[in-house]
């Protein structure tokens, strides 16, 4: 069944709209959650004599991850749906198995569209996905990444990961009667403050400001990219692939 008025490829484009409303709802609830007082920190010294920030954070609220594994499903069933609209405009009749395929390499990306039902769209729409969309590892990575992403989270949640990117306003002091004032420090993957070097016992005395940084999960094909301009990139990917091929068929006339 059709939309009313329904225009070149309305349900991809519907399913677009949908999971940017996800991506801004996502990011309107993580900025809700970072101005709380979810964490406490704590700087300790290594055995190799380096300070080490450690965050004890509360768990993010339950409805992130869920908003994060609608916008992904949602720009994934953008290109699926998109696909049926092809094979309907080629005169075939979709099916269940009707999909975007999305491969790990060129080969079984050219293999599935050789001998799935997409190939009926004609020569031109089909060198398009291969050779231009490139939807496979390597070719398209985000392409592919959103593929995965959408399986993984069929499976479980998708959780992201709340990282310190730099504390503002720290003040401390050593027990070599250094003194360290409104410092801005960097806090590297493995969490260690960047510009504090003392071989001393460190004495933080105002611990400042932290900003955070949200990224995808651990384990994810997009793991430690920053969340909400990636989704905001991925938008645009499909939306760009949408375009395309619907400017591939308008040009058929």
């Not at 409303?21 to 979810?38: E, G, M, P, Q, V």
């Not at 080629?90 to 001998?115: H, M, W």
């Amino acid at each position: 069944m059709k939309l009313k008025n329904d225009p070149t490829f309305l349900g991809p484009k519907l399913k677009i709209e949908r999971a940017n409303h996800h991506i801004n709802d996502l990011n309107s609830s993580l900025i809700a959650f970072l101005k709380t007082d979810f964490y406490k920190l704590h700087i300790n010294m290594d055995l190799a004599g380096q300070n080490v920030l450690t965050l004890d954070a509360k768990a993010l609220p339950n409805d992130i991850p869920l908003i994060l594994g609608d916008a992904i499903h949602n720009l994934r069933s953008a290109l699926d749906i998109m696909a049926c609209d092809i094979v309907s405009h080629a005169g075939g009749v979709p099916s269940k198995y009707t999909y975007f395929p999305v491969r790990d390499t060129r080969q079984e990306l050219v293999a599935t569209i050789n001998g799935g039902e997409i190939k009926i769209v004609g020569q031109d729409i089909c060198d398009l996905i291969v050779n231009v969309v490139k939807p496979y590892k390597g070719g398209n990575d985000p392409l592919w990444s959103l593929h995965q992403l959408d399986i993984m989270d069929k499976h479980r949640l998708l959780i992201p990961t709340v990282s310190i990117t730099q504390i503002a306003g720290v003040c401390a002091h050593d027990d070599n009667y250094n003194t360290f004032t409104n410092m801005t420090l960097g806090v590297d993957a493995g969490g260690r403050l960047q510009a504090i070097s003392t071989s001393a016992c460190m004495h933080i005395t105002n611990y400042g400001y932290p900003s955070f940084g949200v990224f995808f999960p651990k384990g994810s094909a997009l793991e430690g990219q920053s969340l909400i301009p990636t989704l905001h990139q991925l938008s645009q990917i499909v939306s760009g692939v949408i375009q395309a091929i619907e400017k591939e068929l308008l040009a058929r006339g």
